[in-house]
Structure formats: structure tokens, C-alpha cells
């Protein structure tokens, strides 16, 4: 399991829960046909802006998880 995968739905999951965050990080990466376990730092803000494309809270949510993880 992805270490970068994990924080993608850490940082989803306050929001959304920890099974919907889960199951739209996993629809991003197939959609992107990214393989999870070569995440890197630009596949992930990559992931998140797929994500942030949704409406709602989701992608609200996705935006605002953007800027986390690019400050740290």
C-alpha cells in the first residue's frame, strides 16, 4: 500500500470520511491509470485536481487538500 495513497485519503477523509475518500482516491487513480504504488509528489497533486473537478464537497475538498500537500 502506497504511503502517498494513504495521506491522499488522510487528508480527504476529515471531511468526507475515510471510505468515501478511499473510494474516490481509487477512482481517480483508475481513471488516470495510475499505479498506486508509484505515486509521486506531481502524480498526487495530479490525483487531487482530478478529484477537485467533482462538484460538492468533494471537490471543494480536493482543492483545499491541494494546498496541504504542496505545504508540507
Known amino acids: 500500500m ?3 495513497r494513504d ?4 487528508l480527504l477523509s476529515s471531511t468526507v470520511g475515510e471510505g468515501a475518500a478511499r473510494s474516490t482516491v481509487d477512482a ?3 481513471d ?6 508509484g505515486l509521486d509528489q506531481r502524480a498526487a497533486l495530479d490525483v487531487l485536481e482530478h478529484i477537485a473537478q467533482r462538484p460538492g464537497l468533494i471537490g471543494v475538498t ?6 496541504r500537500l504542496l505545504l508540507g
Open 62 to 67: 480536493a482543492r483545499f487538500a491541494k494546498s
Open 28 to 30: 481517480a487513480l483508475e
Open 7 to 10: 495521506r491522499l485519503v488522510a
Open 32 to 37: 488516470l491509470d495510475r499505479d498506486p504504488d
Open 2 to 4: 502506497s504511503a502517498l
